[in-house]
């Protein structure tokens, strides 16, 4: 028999299994599966990355932000302790005076390495440093005049002009340097979406593809996202609340005079505002540390919370000023400040000190200025009107200390506004007060 012609058992190709196409299936998959999670892997890296920088960003920018705040606020109290002295000329006055001169310098000594990075933000905290330390100069002189040629001289220097020019020049300074950080923040923000978006498409083609890669995967995004989330709203809740109170603080407050006077233009709706302050928040503070103002502002700012409606907003405004803007017309809100004054004196705060502990009770002692939006021309006009209602509820021998402003006021200087039967005390928010170089002034007994 020819070799060629012998029999050869040949296995039957349609029931043997294919293999080698199996093996280089397998082989492909088991490729494009490592494709894949390398992918995955690489996205969710960059989501991290892009997290944590944004993150950082953000803080950063709040940090700033919160600093700028505080050196407001210390010269707001700065000023603050110098009327005080002006009007009273007693050495006890000047305390809130010195403590805000040195919380200003800790502001401006904070800002100044954070804004290092930036060379525009570095060379605006350094004219803003320039800009507080002549203010301060001339909360300096103004004392010294009223130690040597009494209140008027003081009030003259303070009130002046050029005073008044600088003191503008360092809100907006302030304002520019906190509206730079928003840019930042919102930038942080928009970084973040465009790194969640390019994530949950190649989680969703990842999952076509490979479900258990897929489930894996979304699975450790999910956790991202979520910490994600609870980051930005501890970010908007800080942006936006006063850590102490729980009010809005000034800077949210701000925003929301600007929207509700636009809102007053179109609709020609009532708006009003009043500026409540404690005046004897220094003597808690000195007397029994801190910690214990602070517990009171808590305190007041808890029970007028529970009093105000849904559409009263309630703001920390400074150190320890309250602002509280309402839709009512300025009777309304006069009788409104009459029965928050009652609210506030009408029982004994506890002093709790440091260690929980509390040290007796206090009474509560505030003045309330009142201005109707339809007395003046814009926001910061209705602000301005409350603030000298409130100078004038100063200086009220007795309490109840309430006050309304009316056009002319600030221009006359009247300290006779109206005053409203039984207005009750108030209180406003802690400040942080910054320091530049210490000048000793000893005024005169």
Do not use: C
């Not at 290092?116 to 320039?130: F, K, P, Y």
């Not at 600088?166 to 465009?194: K, T």
């Not at 007041?300 to 105000?308: K, N, S, Y």
């Amino acid at each position: 028999m020819p070799l060629f012609t012998r029999r050869v058992k040949v296995p039957d190709i349609r029931s043997a299994p294919p293999r080698r196409s199996i093996e280089r299936g397998l082989g492909m998959v088991a490729l494009l599966s490592a494709l894949l999670l390398m992918a995955a892997a690489v996205v969710v890296r960059h989501v991290s990355d892009d997290t944590i920088s944004a993150s950082r960003d953000a803080a950063h920018s709040y940090q700033i932000r919160l600093e700028a705040e505080g050196l407001s606020t210390s010269l707001a109290l700065a000023e603050a302790g110098t009327r005080a002295y002006l009007m009273t000329g007693r050495s006890s006055s000047l305390e809130p005076y010195q403590v805000a001169h040195v919380e200003a310098g800790l502001n401006l000594a904070a800002l100044r390495p954070l804004a290092m990075g930036d060379t525009s933000q570095s060379d605006a905290v350094a004219e803003l440093n320039s800009l507080v330390q002549a203010r301060f100069d001339i909360f300096a002189k103004s004392i010294a005049a009223r130690e040597d040629n009494g209140l008027d001289a003081g009030r003259q220097l303070l009130d002046s002009d050029a005073a008044r020019a600088l003191a503008e020049r360092i809100r907006l300074q302030i304002g520019a340097i906190s509206q730079h950080e928003n840019a930042v923040l919102s930038d942080s923000l928009e970084r973040q979406a465009r790194s969640n978006d390019i994530a949950l498409t190649t989680m969703v083609s990842t999952s076509v593809l490979l479900a258990i890669i897929a489930f894996a995967t979304w699975g450790a995004l999910k956790r991202e996202f979520v910490l994600r989330r609870r980051l930005e709203q501890r970010l908007a809740d800080a942006i936006v609340e006063d850590d102490l109170t729980g009010a809005i603080n000034r800077a949210a407050f701000e925003r929301l005079l600007d929207q509700e006077w636009a809102f007053r233009l179109r609709y020609a709706t009532p708006l009003s505002l009043l500026l409540i302050e404690v005046d004897n928040l220094g003597e808690v503070n000195a007397k029994h540390g801190l910690d214990a103002g602070d517990a009171l502002l808590r305190d007041i700012a808890r029970r007028l919370r529970a009093r105000l409606r849904n559409t009263e907003r309630l703001a920390r405004y400074g150190g320890q000023q309250f602002a509280l803007l309402v839709p009512q017309s300025l009777n309304d809100a006069a009788a409104l400040a009459s029965q928050l004054s009652n609210l506030i004196s009408a029982s004994a705060y506890p002093v709790i000190l440091a260690s929980g502990e509390v040290e007796g009770t206090v009474d509560i002692e505030v003045s309330i200025g009142v201005a109707d939006a339809s007395d003046v021309d814009s926001g910061l006009q209705l602000v301005l009107g409350a603030g000298e209602a409130l100078y004038s509820a100063k200086q009220l021998a007795e309490a109840p200390r309430v006050a309304i402003y009316r056009s002319g006021m600030r221009q006359t200087r009247a300290l006779q506004p109206e005053v409203i039967d039984k207005p009750a005390k108030r209180a406003a928010p802690a400040s942080r007060a910054g320091a530049l170089p210490a000048v000793r002034i000893t005024p005169r007994k």
